[in-house]
């Protein structure tokens, strides 16, 4: 290897400084940590709903409608006398669930495809571009409410709709990454000294858009998260009575004048957890940017 | 350039088949019988099967699309349930949308690109900390979440604005800003956090990458630095970004019409699919995605413009 | 405060089981005297759906009955206590000792607002247009007519083919409604511009938005209308309807959602009438669809449809006034029947017969033993994926649950639901019909074995009988025994299982008088006005 590799920064450095250098950019990173222990609080949560919620998600008590907090309920009870924190808690199952999946499917697709288009060109960037604009020509929600509508309301299936619905933007990100960066320099000089495109792919490319995919993650899974509350509110995610933050909004709406609570707890929820993901995210993004100084 | 557009415009219209045969396609994979909702409340088979008739229902799929793409080409949408042409109903509604759509573009760019180049030159400073906190916030709310609290304070605890509703421009200019000004804030909130971070990167790239060094050892002034050659091309980002986010844009007035209860696009989508009025929907679908195409179209040329490096390297090798 | 985003998907529930909400009792609103009542000004009124085609001959929906009465007036009416009187006609039909031959007399210089003459010739081309124009609505209404004579401008003669008692009553809806014949033969599309005899006239439609129509110089009875127009908006949440209304955008609030009529009637600025309705809301048990609709019925072996016995324990388990309290605040009818306490045949049909508005838990757990099913399983389908189905499938899933049923819910879109019930692929289907005001239209259909909207399946042959002969009965007390005993037959086998009647309420702004709420439940603002 006769190149000089000007992206040095990431690989010059041995693994072990590099992971202690990581973990000291993170721990001078106070909103990264926040992020990280909310959204692992959520994950928790999510897994440990049967043992830490109060009551069961579903139990109603037609006797206490409505209820204010009180000792027994914390945040009071909903429209059908079921305790809102225990289906807060079980609620983060659906949000987590969709966030992470929906999200790993849309890279899982997106990135292999974007890279090939962007670096190769030609004809298969061609295909792949018209395809993407296809798909991208169709508004995100309108993918998902009718892919949810095509293919009958579930978790499962807006967890595909919300995948598929942000692969498009995905692919076109990596591909438009993968073509700016066959430009640059180094990677010329890659090509100029005959090193193999699996090499270069993984040396060059890759890497160095690693920190843009992490940001589109970030970006993704509370817009996943956020996806599957909008599709659970217009009835097309998670049925009824399984709780869901937005199944919780859709039912709050009804109550909106004379319990606004109701609206206002599970919509804090959607906030936080997504709001925990985009400042982990964030963090990481700042620490594995070659440009970071400290 | 010239063979660049059209071949950029080929592209673009070979799209277009492409999705009006996917919305054609998509239409009927909808479950529930367009010929049972026409039926209301009378569900004898005979008379479904009279309704589907008469609606060319029962035609072949190639025979129904045929004859409507050839009437679309025209730019005859044809008549929906209501008997109201959809043509006439889609030009109707699109002006609300824009309106929606230019507003919320107004609010989210003014506030994402200013806060995104301050961020990136005050980089570290309390300016960026705040800004890109303000940001992380705008993405993890909720808009539709949004929108119902703020209607809940600002229409129905104050009553400074009206909870919902739309009243046309023509017809009452401050009446018609009154009821959007909740609405492209909601839409515009989440478009700004994007574009301030998208802008802020931008800058950070372009202002470490050589030629602005080059420009500030050059010693040109700072904000002619930023101004002329990192801000020039992280525009390019965020035009591509401004693009991408049009898809989320329409997405974001879908709803957000839904909840203001504005007769734009968005609502109309939503109406037609939930009353499986074929003609209706395909053309509404049809006309979304033409139009996402041609923005777009038009988003490849300016990208092509602001960096004439993508147009040449299509002929290059390397 | 509600945010419509549930609703896009709900209209439809509502349309079946709320809206056409037929022939019921309530008194008429009437606040006012004309005397109070100052011309000029647009009067809002705030639909919950939105009218299909503004053509009588093709117009399906309720909303646009009530859109046609201040544009449309027909040959009859309905007056406050539902009797049929007559409005574009001078006088009820004079009909022959054979009943095969109507003879209407019409009214003196009365003008579409056009300004065309409305006359004989007329009413002879817009009955002519129901009986055969492709797509017509109203045919099968007035299918009897065999010829329609006008040997003078103001007579119109009916030659029926065989006797029709309910044709008068037709008449006094949309068949009644005479279209203007210069707008017929002008070509276009008659929804996009209609023209009638009315006290207002159409002058545009935005899809989705609006309708507004406009005070007619043409109309025979100008100087009892008070309003300059009338903006029919279309606001199918039915939160933001509220909250229109108590911001004053809107006068007039078609329906109103139960969590807000209490707010509403707190509310002094608005008076809220209501409308029983003679419609019902009840669970279809799919027992023999197995083929689809009118296809051969044979028992779908579900535990449900196999076992009569686990069909009874699903009723007993059902608290309805429960049910009524928490899923609609208490504000609907609870009820074991499918005809409305508020019809006259409610009370000789039921005598006599068993209606438990509570639980009665135990009962249901012996029933559940005496079935011999172990854990009993029933999917129920809802008929929307709104939260007040959502309510509904989870009150009930709880109840079931108390008893040892096990209830998975499935909420389905309306229009999805009816193809799958249809189809005869459901175990129970949650769903409402808006009623009749004769028993035969809200009990034959669904239960004898060639009736149309037999999702069921249910098939028997002693009903069938009971039923055939209620029909063909002209003596009322006998259909009376014989519709109690077709009752007993579906208490016993519950091929439906009735919950509640719908209770309507509508928002007045007490700023306006003279808006009037009949049993029909349509909202009649022509001659309303605001108060000085």
Redesign the interface.
């Known amino acids: 290897m006769s190149y000089v590799d000007t992206s040095a920064a990431v690989t010059i450095n041995p693994r072990a400084r590099r992971r202690r250098l990581l973990r000291r950019r993170f721990l001078r990173r106070p909103l990264a940590i926040i992020g990280l222990v909310v959204a692992l609080a959520f994950v928790l949560a999510a897994i440990l709903a049967p043992w830490i919620a109060p009551y069961s998600a579903g139990a109603t008590d037609f006797n206490a409608l409505l209820a204010h907090s009180s000792g027994k309920h914390l945040l009071g009870t909903d429209e059908l006398g079921r305790d809102v924190l225990s289906r807060i808690i079980w609620g983060a199952r659906a949000s987590i669930e969709a966030g992470v999946l929906a999200t790993m499917l849309a890279m899982a697709v997106a990135v292999p495809i974007g890279i090939v288009a962007g670096y190769y060109r030609g004809w298969a960037d061609a295909v792949i571009a018209r395809l993407t604009d296809v798909l991208l020509a169709f508004p995100f929600l309108i993918v998902a409410v009718g892919l949810a509508a095509i293919l009958g309301p579930s978790l499962t299936n807006a967890t595909i709709a919300l995948g598929i619905g942000a692969a498009p933007a995905l692919i076109r990100v990596a591909r438009g990454e993968a073509l700016a960066l066959r430009e640059e320099d180094y990677v010329r000089a890659a090509v100029a000294n005959g090193a193999s495109d699996a090499r270069i792919l993984a040396r060059h490319v890759l890497p160095n858009m690693l920190s843009t995919l992490i940001v589109q993650a970030t970006v993704a899974i509370p817009t996943a998260i956020i996806g599957e509350a909008v599709l659970s509110f217009l009835g097309l995610g998670v049925q009824p009575p399984t709780p869901s933050w937005g199944v919780m909004l859709s039912d709050a709406q009804s109550y909106l004048s004379q319990a606004p609570r109701l609206a206002v707890y599970p919509g804090i929820a959607i906030f936080l957890c997504s709001l925990s993901f985009n400042l982990l995210g964030d963090g990481l993004r700042d620490i594995l940017d070659p440009r970071t100084t400290r | 350039m010239g063979g660049f557009l059209l071949r950029k415009a080929g592209a673009a219209l070979i799209v277009v088949f492409v999705s009006s045969v996917v919305v054609f396609a998509g239409v009927r994979a909808l479950p529930g019988d367009p010929a049972i909702a026409l039926g209301g409340e009378n569900r004898d088979p005979a008379v479904v099967q009279a309704i589907r008739h008469a609606y060319g229902l029962d035609q072949p799929l190639p025979v129904q699309y045929v004859k409507w793409i050839g009437r679309a080409l025209r730019g005859d949408l044809g008549l929906d349930a209501r008997q109201l042409p959809v043509a006439h109903t889609i030009v109707s509604r699109i002006p609300i949308t824009l309106e929606l759509a230019i507003l919320a573009v107004l609010i989210g760019s003014l506030i994402g690109i200013l806060a995104g180049i301050v961020a990136a030159v005050r980089r570290g400073k309390m300016a960026d900390h705040a800004a890109t906190t303000s940001a992380l916030v705008g993405l993890s709310l909720p808009h539709f979440w949004l929108g119902l609290m703020m209607i809940v304070l600002f229409a129905v605890d104050l009553h400074w604005l009206p909870a919902s509703g739309y009243v046309s421009f023509h017809a009452h200019p401050l009446a018609n800003l009154e009821h959007m000004l909740m609405p492209a804030v909601v839409l515009g909130t989440g478009l700004s956090a994007v574009l301030m971070r998208q802008t802020r990167s931008a800058m950070l790239t372009s202002m470490s990458a050589d030629y602005v060094r080059t420009a500030r050892a050059k010693g040109l002034a700072e904000w002619s630095v930023v101004g002329k050659h990192a801000l020039r091309n992280s525009l390019i980002t965020v035009t591509t970004v401004i693009g991408l986010q049009l898809g989320a844009l329409i997405s974001g007035a879908v709803i957000t019409e839904q909840i203001f209860v504005i007769p734009g696009f968005g609502r109309l989508t939503l109406e037609a699919i939930n009353q499986r009025d074929y003609t209706l929907l395909q053309g509404v679908v049809l006309v979304a995605a033409t139009g996402y195409v041609v923005v777009n179209l038009l988003v490849d040329v300016v990208y092509s413009v602001l960096n004439p490096r993508i147009r040449v390297s299509g002929s290059t090798t390397t | ?12 529930l509502v ?2 089981c709320v809206a ?1 909400a037929g022939a019921a009792v309530a008194a008429a609103h009437t606040s006012r005297s004309a005397a109070d009542i100052r011309n000029g000004g647009t009067l809002t009124i705030g639909l919950a759906e ?6 009588p001959t ?1 117009a ?2 309720f909303v646009g009955r009530i859109v046609f009465l201040s544009m449309c007036e027909k040959l009859y009416d309905l007056d406050s206590h539902l009797n049929i009187v007559p409005q574009l006609a001078t006088a009820l039909p004079q009909v022959s000792a054979d009943k095969l031959t109507y003879t209407i007399k019409l009214r003196k210089g009365v003008k579409f607002n056009d300004g065309t003459a409305f006359n004989a010739a007329a009413v002879k081309q817009t009955l002519e247009r129901d009986l055969t124009l ?2 017509s ?1 109203r045919a ?1 209404e007035i299918s009897p007519i065999k010829t329609v004579d006008a040997p003078n401008a103001t007579t119109v003669v009916l030659h029926l083919s065989s006797p029709y008692s309910p044709l008068t009553a037709q008449l006094a809806d949309r068949a009644g409604m005479i279209l203007s014949p210069k707008a017929l033969n002008s070509g276009g ?1 008659f ?2 511009s209609p023209v009638c005899v009315g006290p207002f006239m159409f002058k545009d ?5 609006h309708i507004t129509v406009v005070k007619s110089p043409y109309y025979y009875n100008k100087a009892k209308v008070h309003l300059a127009s009338i903006v029919y ?3 199918t ?1 039915p ?2 309807r509220t ?2 209304l108590r ?1 004053g ?1 809107i006068q007039v609030e078609d329906r109103i ?1 139960s ?2 009529v209490p ?1 509403l009637q707190k509310d002094k600025s608005v008076s809220v009438p209501k409308a029983v309705t003679i419609g019902y809301q009840g669970l279809t048990i799919n027992i023999g669809n197995k083929n689809g ?2 296809k051969p019925y044979s028992n779908v072996g579900t535990d449900i449809a196999k076992s009569q016995f686990i069909r009874s324990a699903f009723d007993a388990a059902l608290d309805r006034t ?1 049910i009524n ?2 899923v609609f605040g208490g504000l609907n009818q609870p009820d074991c029947y499918p005809i409305a306490p508020v019809s006259p045949w409610y009370k000789p049909t039921t005598k006599g017969l068993a209606c438990n508005l509570h639980a009665n838990v135990d009962l249901a757990k012996k029933l559940v033993k005496a079935s011999g099913i172990s854990s009993p399983t029933v999917s129920l389908m809802l008929g929307g ?4 189905n ?2 509904l ?3 009930i ?2 109840m079931e649950a108390a008893v040892g049923i096990k209830v998975s ?3 389905t ?4 639901a ?2 799958r019930a ?1 189809a005869g692929n459901f175990d129970a289907f949650a769903v409402g ?2 009623g009749r005001v004769d028993p035969d239209g809200n009990i034959y259909g669904f239960v004898a074995t060639k009736g ?2 037999n999702d069921s399946g249910y098939t028997d042959s002693k009903l069938d009988y009971i039923l055939n002969g209620a029909r063909k009965s002209i003596s009322t007390k006998s259909r009376d025994t014989l519709y109690r005993a077709a009752m007993q037959i579906i208490h016993r086998q519950r091929p439906l299982i009735y919950l509640y009647h719908p209770v309507n309420y509508y928002g007045v702004s007490k700023k306006v008088a003279g808006v009037q709420i009949y049993g029909d439940g349509l909202i009649r603002a022509a001659f309303a006005g605001y108060t000085k």
Do not use: Y
Not at chain 3, 205 to 209: K, L, N, P, S, Y
Not at chain 3, 413 to 416: A, L, S
């Open positions: 405060m509600k945010v419509s985003l549930g609703r896009f998907a709900t209209f439809s349309v079946l056409a939105e009218p299909d085609a503004l053509d093709l399906r929906t492709k797509g609505v099968s599309t929804a996009q439609r935005v899809a989705g938005d908006k279309i606001m949440d939160s933001s909250q229109a911001a955008d959602q969590t807000d707010t609709l009118l429960t309290k928490v994926t709104d939260p007040v959502a309510r499938g989870q009150v899933q709880s819910v499935s909420p879109e309306f229009t999805t009816l193809n249809d019909w808006s149309t909207l």
